[in-house]
């Protein structure tokens, strides 16, 4: 895991994010700081990518989904709706 997360942080998305089009919602984990994605790593993003929003979620380092699974659900349940609403 820590192999994987090290060739991640050398490749560079930032590029690449001016041509998302779909709305985007970055999560970060408050205690994210293994170097993939922490706190100001999501800031740039958020600031890179069109229609992008970011959540910092609490109590938890990069892998909010499976240490805060029930928080990390009802994220993505709230931004889910929330483009459904938009389109309709």
């Known amino acids: 895991m820590a192999a994987r997360a090290r060739l991640?942080?050398?490749?560079d998305m930032r590029p690449d994010c001016e041509r998302i089009a779909a709305p985007t919602l970055i999560v970060t984990g408050e205690r994210d700081l293994d170097h993939v994605v922490p706190v100001e790593?999501?800031?740039e993003?958020?600031?890179?990518?069109p229609n992008a929003r970011a959540v910092v979620l609490e109590r938890t380092g990069h892998l909010g989904s499976i240490t805060r699974?029930?928080?990390?659900a009802s994220l993505l349940r709230e931004f889910v709706e929330e483009q459904r609403h938009a389109a309709a």
């Open 41 to 43: 790593g999501a800031a």
């Open 69 to 72: 699974p029930d928080a990390f």
């Open 8 to 11: 991640i942080s050398t490749v």
């Open 45 to 49: 993003y958020l600031r890179l990518i």
